[in-house]
Protein backbone atom coordinates (compact mmCIF):
# COMPACT_ATOMS: atom_id res chain seq x y z
CA UNK A 1 0.00 0.00 0.00
CA UNK A 2 1.28 3.44 -0.70
CA UNK A 3 0.74 6.54 0.81
CA UNK A 4 1.35 10.81 -0.40
CA UNK A 5 3.58 12.47 2.28
CA UNK A 6 3.62 16.34 2.37
CA UNK A 7 6.63 18.05 3.94
CA UNK A 8 8.84 21.46 3.32
CA UNK A 9 12.33 20.25 2.12
CA UNK A 10 14.79 23.11 2.59
CA UNK A 11 12.17 25.33 2.26
CA UNK A 12 10.14 24.01 -0.59
CA UNK A 13 7.14 22.17 -0.32
CA UNK A 14 7.31 18.61 -1.37
CA UNK A 15 4.82 15.40 -1.98
CA UNK A 16 6.11 12.06 -2.25
CA UNK A 17 4.09 8.76 -2.93
CA UNK A 18 6.04 6.01 -1.63
CA UNK A 19 5.56 2.68 0.95
CA UNK A 20 4.83 3.98 4.42
CA UNK A 21 7.90 2.18 6.08
CA UNK A 22 10.30 3.98 3.05
CA UNK A 23 13.05 5.79 4.92
CA UNK A 24 13.98 9.41 4.89
CA UNK A 25 17.29 8.86 3.55
CA UNK A 26 16.13 6.74 0.38
CA UNK A 27 13.61 9.47 -0.31
CA UNK A 28 16.02 12.16 -0.23
CA UNK A 29 18.50 9.74 -2.26
CA UNK A 30 16.40 7.51 -4.81
CA UNK A 31 13.60 10.00 -5.22
CA UNK A 32 14.64 13.56 -4.35
CA UNK A 33 18.30 12.87 -5.59
CA UNK A 34 19.52 15.19 -2.53
CA UNK A 35 22.57 12.53 -2.23
CA UNK A 36 24.16 14.72 0.13
CA UNK A 37 22.53 12.88 2.88
CA UNK A 38 24.77 9.80 2.82
CA UNK A 39 23.49 6.04 3.94
CA UNK A 40 26.62 4.12 5.78
CA UNK A 41 24.93 2.08 8.44
CA UNK A 42 21.60 2.08 7.75
CA UNK A 43 20.60 1.80 11.93
CA UNK A 44 21.40 5.00 13.18
CA UNK A 45 25.03 4.14 14.53
CA UNK A 46 27.27 6.50 12.25
CA UNK A 47 25.62 10.09 11.42
CA UNK A 48 26.20 10.26 7.68
CA UNK A 49 22.47 10.48 7.01
CA UNK A 50 21.73 13.28 9.71
CA UNK A 51 19.29 15.67 8.68
CA UNK A 52 17.62 18.54 10.30
CA UNK A 53 13.35 18.06 11.49
CA UNK A 54 12.00 20.41 13.43
CA UNK A 55 15.65 22.08 13.83
CA UNK A 56 16.52 18.72 15.88
CA UNK A 57 19.27 16.11 14.74
CA UNK A 58 17.96 12.95 13.11
CA UNK A 59 19.10 9.73 11.89
CA UNK A 60 17.58 9.84 8.22
CA UNK A 61 17.70 5.88 7.86
CA UNK A 62 15.52 5.51 11.18
CA UNK A 63 13.02 8.17 9.85
CA UNK A 64 9.94 6.41 8.06
CA UNK A 65 7.56 8.17 5.19
CA UNK A 66 4.63 7.85 7.92
CA UNK A 67 6.78 10.11 9.94
CA UNK A 68 7.14 13.50 8.15
CA UNK A 69 4.01 14.31 7.25
CA UNK A 70 4.12 18.37 7.37
CA UNK A 71 7.34 18.13 8.58
CA UNK A 72 9.92 20.72 8.29
CA UNK A 73 13.16 19.03 7.18
CA UNK A 74 17.14 20.57 6.33
CA UNK A 75 19.57 18.42 4.49
CA UNK A 76 23.03 19.46 3.85
CA UNK A 77 22.11 20.77 0.33
CA UNK A 78 19.19 23.47 2.24
CA UNK A 79 22.48 24.56 4.70
CA UNK A 80 22.97 27.70 3.27
CA UNK A 81 19.97 29.47 3.55
CA UNK A 82 20.18 28.16 7.31
CA UNK A 83 20.98 31.44 9.17
CA UNK A 84 23.81 29.49 10.37
CA UNK A 85 25.11 27.77 8.00
CA UNK A 86 27.82 29.59 5.84
CA UNK A 87 29.52 30.32 9.49
CA UNK A 88 29.59 26.58 9.98
CA UNK A 89 30.84 25.57 6.39
CA UNK A 90 33.43 28.50 6.55
CA UNK A 91 34.85 27.19 10.08
CA UNK A 92 34.97 23.46 8.88
CA UNK A 93 36.48 24.77 6.05
CA UNK A 94 39.37 27.00 7.18
CA UNK A 95 40.41 24.21 9.64
CA UNK A 96 40.38 21.34 6.72
CA UNK A 97 37.80 19.40 8.79
CA UNK A 98 37.55 16.36 6.68
CA UNK A 99 39.65 14.51 4.29
CA UNK A 100 37.15 12.42 2.02
CA UNK A 101 34.12 14.46 3.03
CA UNK A 102 31.72 11.09 3.67
CA UNK A 103 30.63 12.19 6.64
CA UNK A 104 30.74 15.77 6.09
CA UNK A 105 27.28 15.94 5.23
CA UNK A 106 26.30 14.39 8.46
CA UNK A 107 28.82 16.16 10.85
CA UNK A 108 27.37 19.79 9.44
CA UNK A 109 24.02 19.09 9.92
CA UNK A 110 24.58 17.80 13.73
CA UNK A 111 26.66 20.89 14.36
CA UNK A 112 23.72 23.25 13.29
CA UNK A 113 21.39 21.59 15.60
CA UNK A 114 24.03 22.21 18.15
CA UNK A 115 25.03 25.52 17.91
CA UNK A 116 21.32 26.83 16.74
CA UNK A 117 20.91 25.19 20.52
CA UNK A 118 24.24 26.32 22.03
CA UNK A 119 26.00 29.23 19.72
CA UNK A 120 28.13 29.36 23.35
CA UNK A 121 29.22 25.48 22.89
CA UNK A 122 32.82 25.05 24.11
CA UNK A 123 35.01 21.81 23.13
CA UNK A 124 33.38 19.63 25.66
CA UNK A 125 29.77 20.55 24.59
CA UNK A 126 30.84 20.21 20.50
CA UNK A 127 32.71 17.11 21.16
CA UNK A 128 29.19 15.92 23.09
CA UNK A 129 27.02 17.02 20.62
CA UNK A 130 28.90 14.96 17.43
CA UNK A 131 29.33 12.09 19.35
CA UNK A 132 26.60 10.37 17.17
CA UNK A 133 29.06 11.00 14.07
CA UNK A 134 31.26 8.64 12.63
CA UNK A 135 34.36 9.96 10.64
CA UNK A 136 37.05 6.54 9.10
CA UNK A 137 39.75 9.54 8.05
CA UNK A 138 40.20 12.37 10.09
CA UNK A 139 40.73 11.51 13.86
CA UNK A 140 38.62 13.65 14.86
CA UNK A 141 41.32 16.84 15.85
CA UNK A 142 40.24 18.77 12.60
CA UNK A 143 36.59 18.65 12.84
CA UNK A 144 36.72 19.46 16.27
CA UNK A 145 39.26 22.54 15.53
CA UNK A 146 36.38 23.48 12.15
CA UNK A 147 33.19 23.35 14.95
CA UNK A 148 35.37 25.34 17.00
CA UNK A 149 36.08 27.91 14.75
CA UNK A 150 32.40 27.38 13.63
CA UNK A 151 31.15 28.46 16.72
CA UNK A 152 33.25 31.40 17.24
CA UNK A 153 32.29 32.64 13.53
CA UNK A 154 28.51 32.46 15.06
CA UNK A 155 29.57 34.01 18.31
CA UNK A 156 31.21 36.80 16.39
CA UNK A 157 27.93 37.28 14.32
CA UNK A 158 25.90 37.40 16.92
CA UNK A 159 27.69 40.27 18.27
CA UNK A 160 27.81 42.45 14.82
CA UNK A 161 23.42 41.24 14.41
CA UNK A 162 23.01 43.17 18.26
CA UNK A 163 25.76 46.02 17.37
Known sequence: MTMTTTFTLNGKPVTVDCQPETRLADILRDRLTLTGTKIACSVGRCGACTVLIGGKAVNGCLIMAWQIENADIVTVEGL???????????????????????????????????????????????????????????????IIRGALNAARRIREQSLAIGD
Do not use: K, V
Not at 84 to 111: D, H, K, M, T
Open 80 to 142: DAHPLGPAIRAGLEEENAFQCGYCAPGFSIALTALLTENPDAGEEEIRSGLEGNICRCTGYHS
